[in-house]
């Protein structure tokens, strides 16, 4: 299993978010193929249906960290909320700008670029409000982060957390995805690993033993690459599982958790979109249901509420 540096890691990351990709992500929400499509609204969907429990007075001040094109943030300003956000990507910072003011011209949006891991350029105890949407695999050191949330959250401020999770319903029921899924639980590996049986035997903990075998003949063959992928940008994403969301949180000091899930699925594939669309309504119909919390913990998203606790 190859390491990274931190330095390294923002370098891939800044260089990513930089890319010809954020064009797509403009357009992410609404223009993409289904499948992600389907998965982001639903990620969406679920961190307003915390923001609108949490009930904040109009003009509270909410903060986005990794606010991408800004779609999180319009819907949380369209509320009556003043909106601050932190970026790495230098591109992001206009299309979100442009985006929040062409929508929602009377709102308040303050979007920055800098680095999340770093110390957060605003006073202690500043927002009502955070929110980190699909941004925590991307960080090298995701636990200074959060105690930098911590920092400028006031006392009885919410915390928002949206995050892919490990071991998602669709991992399950093809044979690749499910292999990666047990290397997660038996190696606790620390990384995602793309479903490749190279992959898996290379950039996992496996690595110390079958990394030397990576530029054989055999291990590049159709066989071994099925899932592969090569990215220009050599950056690691952090794994999640719910336990590991939920004692981040509680290391920093927040407590009042709640769970809940987005989008269930059964495969990644195009063609079982139609039939992903009855598995997710279902599921989350049953997701809701007194004793069948559990099933959220086959979503391919978690969503995680803490607040930061009132020192009386
Ligand atoms: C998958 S996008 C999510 C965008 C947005 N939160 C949403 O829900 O649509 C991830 C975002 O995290 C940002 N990001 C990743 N690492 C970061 C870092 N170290 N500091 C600041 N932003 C970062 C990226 O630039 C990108 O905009």
Same mark, same amino acid.
């Given at each position: ?7 390294? #890691? ?10 010809? #990709? ?8 609404? @223009? ?6 389907? /998965?982001?609204?639903r990620r969406l969907?679920k961190v307003?249906?915390f ?21 999180t943030?319009?819907?949380?300003? #369209? ?9 790495? *990507? @230098? ?9 929040? #003011? ?20 605003? @006073? ?7 929110v980190i949407s699909g941004v925590l ?20 401020? %919410?915390?928002i957390i949206a995050q892919r &999770? ?5 991992? !399950?029921?093809? +044979?690749?995805?499910?292999?990666? *899924? ?10 995602? +690993?793309? %479903? ?7 950039? /996992? ?15 590049? &063959? ?5 899932? %592969? ?26 407590? /009042?958790?709640?769970?809940d899930?987005a989008?269930?699925?059964?495969? @990644? ?5 139609? !039939? ?25 998203i978690t969503i995680v509420? /803490? ?6």
């Amino acid at each position: 299993m190859k390491t990274i540096t931190k330095e390294q #890691q923002l370098e891939a990351v800044s260089g990513w978010w930089n890319s010809d #990709q954020i064009v797509k992500w403009d357009k992410q929400y609404d @223009e993409w193929d289904s499948q992600t499509v389907r /998965s982001l609204n639903r990620r969406l969907e679920k961190v307003l249906k915390f923001v609108d429990d949490i009930n904040l007075p109009k003009g509270a001040k909410a903060l986005e960290l990794g606010y991408g094109a800004g779609q999180t943030a319009l819907k949380i300003g #369209q509320r009556g909320y003043e909106v601050h956000g932190v970026d790495v *990507s @230098e591109k992001f910072v206009e299309i979100a700008t442009t985006r929040c #003011q062409k929508e929602d011209p009377t709102g308040k949006y303050y979007f920055k670029i800098g680095n999340i891991e770093s110390r957060l350029e605003y @006073e202690d105890e500043t927002f009502d409000l955070v929110v980190i949407s699909g941004v925590l695999h991307y960080l090298y050191d995701y636990e200074a982060c959060i105690k930098e949330v911590y920092r400028v959250l006031k006392p009885g401020g %919410h915390l928002i957390i949206a995050q892919r &999770t490990a071991y998602a319903l669709n991992h !399950f029921l093809s +044979i690749r995805p499910f292999l990666c *899924s047990c290397l997660y639980f038996f190696l606790r590996e620390k990384y995602e +690993i793309f %479903h490749s049986y190279k992959a898996m035997l290379c950039d /996992s903990k496996l690595g110390v033993i079958f990394g030397r075998f990576e530029n054989t003949k055999f291990f590049n &063959t159709k066989f071994m690459l099925k899932g %592969h992928d090569v990215w220009k940008y050599k950056l690691k994403k952090n794994l999640f599982t719910i336990p590991k969301l939920k004692n981040l949180c509680k290391r920093s000091g927040f407590g /009042s958790l709640k769970v809940d899930g987005a989008y269930y699925c059964i495969s @990644e594939e195009p063609k079982y979109f139609d !039939f992903n669309i009855k598995v997710d309504d279902f599921l989350e119909k049953m997701a809701n249901k007194k004793f069948l919390h559990f099933i959220r913990r086959l979503s391919r998203i978690t969503i995680v509420l /803490s607040k930061k606790k009132v020192v009386s």
